[in-house]
Nanobody, 124 residues
Framework: QVQLVESGGGLVQAGDSLRLSCAASGRTFSRYGMGWFRQAPGKEREFVAGINSNGFSTHYADSVKGRFTISRDNAKNMEYLQMNSLKPEDTAVYYC?????????????????WGQGTQVTVSP
């Protein structure tokens, strides 16, 4: 099992940027894929971005492609989500997640461990 703690959320205006961080401990971080999901009020949790264990493969939801960048630092057991050109529809609780294996996945069922989330609010 891996413990995940997100940070970096907050209240920003449309067009601003935020960088989310996820600190991992427990399982060997460099062996598993990581992802970011988000959940807006009244909506299901949705995939945002994924990265494989060595960081060479990434994937994004169409809604964030070109604006968000996922990355990881295996030496520091950290995962990041750089969010640029934020929109009000990006408002949600953002969760980092650790996959069962080395690849990223785009569904909830691909991920074994979850953080508790960090709130991102984007005002118009």
């Amino acid at each position: 099992q891996v413990q995940l703690v997100e940070s970096g959320g907050g209240l920003v205006q449309a067009g601003d940027s935020l960088r989310l961080s996820c600190a991992a401990s427990g399982r060997t971080f460099s062996r598993y894929g990581m992802g970011w999901f988000r959940q807006a009020p009244g909506k299901e949790r949705e995939f945002v971005a994924g990265i494989n264990s060595n960081g060479f493969s990434t994937h994004y939801a169409d809604s964030v492609k070109g604006r968000f960048t996922i990355s990881r630092d295996n030496a520091k057991n950290m995962e990041y989500l750089q969010m640029n050109s934020l929109k009000p529809e990006d408002t949600a609780v953002y969760y980092c997640a650790a996959a069962y294996g080395g690849n990223w996945g785009s569904t909830l069922y691909d991920y074994r461990d979850w953080g508790q989330g960090t709130q991102v609010t984007v005002s118009p």
